[in-house]
């Protein structure tokens, strides 16, 4: 992968950006369309998830509402609830910052959830999460970052486990030229993170191994952007209120879809006609 970083250990430690450092990851995300970035999460964070993700993946309710999305691939909607529900996860200071440059201040927690890849699985089909905005590609792909998927593996990432590929710049090219420039494949070790523009070509590779590869992917948005193609139901966070009482308060704008979700159940719920 070309476009990478290595924070610093002092950026590690305090979870704070040098503004050479942050300048050099927005730039090489502006460019490549995506960005590997290493080290951010902690791996003791990490086990926990891995753990729940996998008793939800082969809890019978969860797996019947799991989506296909490939061969012996599957992704899981998931609540905001323990132990999803922390900070850590939700809101990696480092990640969160990129995200301020690249989607504005008012950017929001678009979707949350879980990809995994079973045993055997073979390469997914290659693809965009969403249809271009506009007809014309080149309206498109002149537009500055609307969504950005963060990709946080909760194993480490090999050809064994199967990687994800990522056609890097593709969210600048028409669509009949967007692949022709080859793939790069994401190995990574427990604690990097990919990050992602919506209009990014990619998909998971086969995985090898005889252990699943479980990855929980963030959607987060301009606060207007809803995915219509994935969550047709529109608005796609789940979190209760006494999870949502337990968001720090300045990250509660992260949550505002979810807000709308209440206030619209509570409205047409209470709606009369006369
Ligand atoms: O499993 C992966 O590596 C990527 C999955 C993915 O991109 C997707 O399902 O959209």
Same mark, same amino acid.
């Given at each position: 992968?070309?476009?990478?970083?290595?924070?610093?250990?002092?950026?590690? &430690?305090?979870?704070?950006?040098?503004? @050479?450092? !942050?300048? %050099?990851?927005?730039?090489?995300?502006?460019?490549?369309?995506?960005?590997?970035?290493?080290?951010?999460?902690?791996?003791?964070?990490?086990?926990?998830?891995?753990?729940?993700?996998?008793?939800?993946?082969?809890?019978?309710?969860?797996?019947?509402?799991?989506?296909?999305?490939?061969?012996?691939?599957?992704? !899981?909607? !998931?609540?905001?609830?323990?132990? *999803?529900?922390?900070?850590?996860?939700?809101?990696?200071?480092?990640?969160?910052?990129?995200?301020?440059?690249? !989607?504005?201040?008012?950017?929001?927690?678009?979707?949350?959830?879980?990809?995994?890849? &079973?045993?055997?699985?073979?390469?997914? +089909?290659?693809?965009?999460?969403?249809?271009?905005? *506009?007809?014309?590609? %080149? +309206?498109?792909?002149?537009?500055?970052?609307?969504?950005?998927?963060?990709?946080?593996?909760?194993?480490?990432?090999?050809?064994?486990?199967?990687?994800?590929?990522?056609?890097?710049?593709?969210?600048?090219?028409?669509?009949?030229?967007?692949?022709?420039?080859? @793939? /790069? +494949?994401?190995?990574?070790?427990?604690?990097?993170?990919?990050?992602?523009?919506?209009?990014?070509?990619?998909?998971?590779?086969?995985?090898?191994?005889?252990?699943?590869?479980?990855?929980?992917?963030?959607?987060?948005?301009?606060?207007? *952007?809803?995915?219509?193609?994935?969550?047709? @139901?529109?608005?796609?966070?789940?979190?209760?209120?006494?999870?949502?009482? %337990?968001?720090?308060?300045?990250?509660?704008?992260? *949550?505002?879809?979810?807000?709308?979700? /209440?206030?619209?159940?509570? &409205?047409?719920?209470?709606? %009369?006609?006369?």
């Amino acid at each position: 992968m070309q476009s990478q970083i290595n924070p610093t250990p002092e950026e590690i &430690e305090h979870q704070r950006w040098n503004r @050479a450092t !942050l300048d %050099q990851a927005c730039h090489q995300f502006q460019e490549h369309g995506a960005l590997v970035l290493r080290g951010a999460y902690s791996e003791a964070h990490l086990s926990v998830a891995r753990q729940a993700v996998r008793r939800r993946a082969t809890d019978d309710l969860h797996a019947t509402q799991a989506k296909r999305v490939g061969n012996r691939r599957m992704m !899981l909607s !998931l609540p905001i609830e323990y132990p *999803f529900n922390a900070p850590h996860l939700y809101a990696n200071p480092l990640v969160l910052r990129i995200l301020t440059r690249l !989607l504005g201040e008012s950017f929001v927690l678009n979707s949350f959830g879980a990809v995994i890849a &079973e045993p055997g699985a073979r390469a997914q +089909h290659v693809h965009l999460d969403h249809p271009q905005l *506009f007809d014309d590609d %080149q +309206h498109s792909n002149d537009l500055p970052a609307y969504a950005v998927t963060v990709l946080l593996p909760l194993v480490s990432m090999s050809r064994e486990t199967g990687t994800t590929r990522v056609w890097e710049g593709s969210h600048r090219l028409p669509e009949d030229q967007a692949l022709s420039q080859g @793939a /790069s +494949h994401v190995s990574s070790s427990l604690g990097d993170c990919l990050l992602m523009d919506y209009r990014v070509w990619h998909g998971g590779t086969e995985v090898r191994q005889t252990e699943d590869r479980p990855v929980l992917y963030f959607v987060y948005s301009r606060p207007w *952007f809803r995915d219509y193609v994935n969550f047709p @139901a529109n608005y796609q966070i789940e979190i209760g209120q006494q999870d949502l009482k %337990q968001v720090p308060l300045d990250l509660q704008h992260l *949550f505002a879809l979810a807000a709308l979700k /209440s206030e619209y159940a509570y &409205e047409s719920g209470n709606a %009369q006609w006369t």
